[in-house]
């Protein structure tokens, strides 16, 4: 099928193209539009009166790797209404091209596009490869021209905090969870911003939350009828870091219990000689912040005569700091399936062993593997000697939890001194666990009966938050909004922060992220 093809058919529609020039790289196009009249645009009046004529410079589209420049031939009409208060005006081209812009409606367009994507210098670079001639300055600003589009008012919420420097300034991202969309970037997190933002908005029925009291308290003071949920994940996460705390505040009864209550130096490794004298330290401040607790001293008090900060205080006095060893995430943990699978295979070779992890893209040294073969074969002679060296509270944590499927012979006995001497921290483990299973399984009936449980154990603490928390919690259960996409909008912030090197600001960013949705 043939077709015939004109110049016109390169340039935007309602344009005629006259003449086609080619200097060095660039593409020239002169237009002029079509028709005879043009309407005023104060009063509408449509004339034919031509007054003048002027040349517009404008950029368009790239065509076969050449920029192009259009020559727009405008004119200047005259405007015969007698109450009109302008008498000259230029003719207007709608959005093909807007009044005084540099740029075509298309152009601009893909321009706005390519700077939500990219940013600033990146958008620019990646611009002159598409023969696009503008500068990351114009990228940013066009995106804070287009700012952010207009949001259905939503009635599903969900709230959070992001960081724009870590324990030192944080903002809040509003989320529409029906939507799947960010809607609103606050610049702090202080609960009367959110406060005026939720009054703003009288029509939300859900707000799904963290587990901080901020967002609850602006929530309550500013929509009190809507309904709150805290979200899953962190009452999961909660309850996880309840039973580590308990598990911190047993270690000396977890010692004496294990027979270790002294520490041989002579056995450690140089790394775990070095967390010993740390632990002798802690254990010199922990002796005089006690002391000053038993004589009855506040704990403004304390940290005044000390001079030990308010945190570090509080740690001490809820036993948090009586751990021994604490163990750090090795190189190996991606691969310990592998390792274990192998083992139990009878490959033992920790030479043979690294070099098949060499192969499955494994970066660390011969030496890491080795050290993992030798405490493995001691970890299989389940003897007496190898409990005089007491895992750290957070390995603990996960013996009596996660790791209790297939533990080594070492594990195996470590965990049944502890489940037989310690009875207090299997309580509060299978409180958590029990927990853990009314929020999988929406067991909402049974969140009265486990708070009273849990009051009487070694996780009161956490129990008494969710008490306060009562009706976000419950909420949580039974209900099937969460906090989750927030946080998945959060991520994406970072990522569009870091690509501005984290110097953009409010507006840009929330031009940026709730642009590109």
Known sequence: MSTNFRPSDLVPAGFVAERITHIDDETCILL????????????????????????????????????????????????????????????????????????TGRLEHLVHHLALALGGRPAARFAQRLMLPVSNDTLLRVIRRQGSPPSIPPSVIGIDDWAWQRNHRY???????????????????????????????????IIARDRGGAYGLAAAKALPDAVQVADRWHLMENASRAFLDAVRKSMRQIRKTLGATRVNPKLLTAAERLQYQGYLRREQTNAVIM????????????????????????????????????????????????????????????TELWRRLRIQGFRGSRRVVSEWATRRKRADKADAETLNRIPSARTIARLLTTNRDNPTKSETVTIAAIEGGVPLLIKARDIIADFHRMIRRKAENELAPWIDRARESL???????VAKDIQAVRAAIVSPWSNGQTEGQITKLKLVRRQMYGRGKLDLLQARLIGAT
């Open 32 to 103: 002029s539009r079509a028709g005879a009249t043009a309407s005023c645009p104060a009063c509408g009046r449509m004339s034919r009166t031509v007054r003048s004529r002027y040349c517009r410079q404008v950029a368009d589209l790239p065509l076969s790797g050449r920029r192009v420049r259009l020559l727009v031939r405008t004119r200047r009409f005259t405007c015969d209404a007698v109450l009109c208060g302008r008498q000259i005006f230029a003719e207007r081209f709608g959005d093909v091209l807007p009044p005084y812009a540099r740029r």
């Open 171 to 205: 903002g809040t991202i509003v989320c529409d969870l029906e939507r799947r969309r960010p809607i609103r970037l606050l610049p702090d997190r202080e609960p009367a911003t959110a406060e005026a933002w939720l009054r703003g908005n009288p029509q939300i029925q």
């Open 291 to 350: 002391a000053f607790a038993k004589d009855g001293a506040t704990i403004k008090e304390i940290v005044r005569r000390t001079g030990h900060s308010r945190g570090l205080v509080r740690q001490v006095l809820r036993g948090q700091r009586n751990d021994v060893f604490r163990s750090r995430e090795s190189s190996l943990e991606n691969y310990l399936g592998w390792l274990d699978a192998q083992w139990a295979a009878g490959k033992r070779n920790a």
């Open 459 to 465: 996780v009161a603490s956490f129990a008494n938050g």
